[in-house]
């Protein structure tokens, strides 16, 4: 006999946006059931151990500043750690460190002047994060859009500063080597880096999604739990049946494919070597090779949560952008932690290398917000309807709680 149980609200996905979505509508009053085939929470936001390391699954960060992050009030009490406002690039030709002059004036004026970017370039890249700041991201969206590195060049600076500087940095954050993100996007990201400075959890970016759960009274969740199918107000499990005034398919956009038929999604893919280093100091900012660019960066998380490592080595996160690492990468990517820490190779040891599919929606040109939207009765959310982010993946969760309760099937 199959079991059927009756919700006000089903949501198919307990990652972010699902959480997020969860979240409103039980504060709502609403009683809602998050499913997920998974066996916790949080969708791509999941932390383990190894061997006494706090691994995340991809090299993921978690930026304070996000306006639906800050409205969930999740953050209350949450144990965030940020990281230094600065970026230090070397292992190559180039060696300077970006810092925010609001920091660390002297540090920023002396980096500057060893860095290829010329007086002129500096006051446009200046120029460009203070417009992304004091612009709204409602009148970000109504500008003209094209690629990353075309809004770049045409703010002012030179395809010199960004191959040498802003890509370095920017392919990390989009998974994008060539930049083809859209500008609209890149924007409201420096926006948010102008606000914030990004940190981790000494429990792993897991944390923020139990963060969720904690802050969610009244909100069942059933995990270990496949979707067969969703029409209209049911979902078919392989636990059972659920029949609810409201479904919301809220996990990831291929999943949602093949559910409900929505757009294909297209990813990007991450490979993340989890590194053991001795006990390093002063560690507390990114860090870019110049020399060898397989690396989009590298982390030492443990400079901020001790917590995530043994008492007497460091973890250090190097990811790269795409999928399959083989020896040969691994090898390079070894050599290259050595030289941006400064160690011997021999002091760098592997502790695991996570590799994630679909670690981003890509973000093309004209950037297209697709949330608050539903096929057949039902709504559907996700970051690939927003930006792939954490704001997006919130936002979009956040727009269809909202449509959930203002209507009915």
Known sequence: ????????????????????????????????????????????????????????????????????????????????????????????????????PRRFPLQSLTGFSRSPLSVREGISLAWIIARARLTSARSLMTQPDFTTREGLLRSGLSAAAVDNVLQPFLRGTFLDDNLDTSWRYAQMVLKSFSKANPGTHPQGIGALAKAFIQNSKGVTVQLNTAVKRVEGTKVETDQGKFVAERVVVACDGTSAQELLGTPAVQWRPQTTWWWSLPKLTNSGALRIDTGDRLLSSALDLSSRAPERSPAHRSLVAAPMNGEHPNTELQIRAHHSVARLYNVQSSEVELITTTVVKQ????????????????????????????????????ASGAKAARLALRTRN
């Not at 085939?37 to 706090?54: A, I, K, Y």
């Not at 093309?364 to 704001?391: F, H, K, M």
């Open 1 to 100: 006999m199959v079991k059927t149980s009756q919700f006000d609200v089903v949501i198919v996905g307990a990652g972010l946006a699902g959480l997020r979505c969860a979240q409103i509508l039980a504060d709502a009053g609403r009683e809602v059931l998050l499913i997920d085939r998974n066996p916790f929470v949080g969708g791509r936001l999941h932390s383990f151990s190894v061997d006494e390391f706090v691994i995340d699954e991809g090299f993921q960060l978690i930026n304070p500043s996000y306006p639906e992050l800050r409205k969930s009030g999740v953050l209350d009490g949450f144990d965030l750690r940020t990281f230094d406002p600065a970026i230090k690039f070397s292992g190559g030709e180039l060696n300077f460190t970006l810092a925010d």
């Open 359 to 394: 670690a981003l929606p890509t973000t093309g040109a004209p950037l297209i917000i697709r949330s608050g939207r539903q096929i057949n009765g039902v709504l559907y959310a996700g970051d690939y309807l927003e930006t792939p982010s954490i704001q997006g993946a919130l």
